[in-house]
């Protein structure tokens, strides 16, 4: 029991591993790698990660943003 409750959690832990990457190669298409060695593959996917975390940052940084600007527009509207 407990090996079947650790083989669900770590296919739970892969499959959220595999979704990221095929939504990295859906949204920004990268192409086939054409590279063979391990590490200039591992130079060629880094960037693409490096971008898809700097996205995701800059839309919770804007969200918060526009929650801030539309809540402090409020008060100066209502304050009138």
């Known amino acids: 029991t407990e090996q079947k409750q ?3 959690q770590d296919a739970a832990e892969r ?6 990457f095929g939504e990295g190669k859906h ?3 990268p ?4 590279v063979r060695l ?6 060629v ?4 990660l490096l971008v898809m975390n700097l996205e995701k940052r800059l839309r919770v940084l804007f969200f918060t943003f526009s929650i ?4 402090d527009a409020t008060l100066r509207v209502s304050t009138r």
């Open 6 to 8: 650790q083989a669900r």
């Open 68 to 71: 801030w600007l539309f809540s």
């Open 15 to 20: 499959n959220a591993i595999e979704v990221k």
């Open 45 to 48: 996917i880094a960037p693409q």
């Open 27 to 29: 949204r920004y298409e």
């Open 38 to 43: 391990q590490q200039t593959s591992e130079t």
């Open 31 to 34: 192409g086939p790698i054409r």
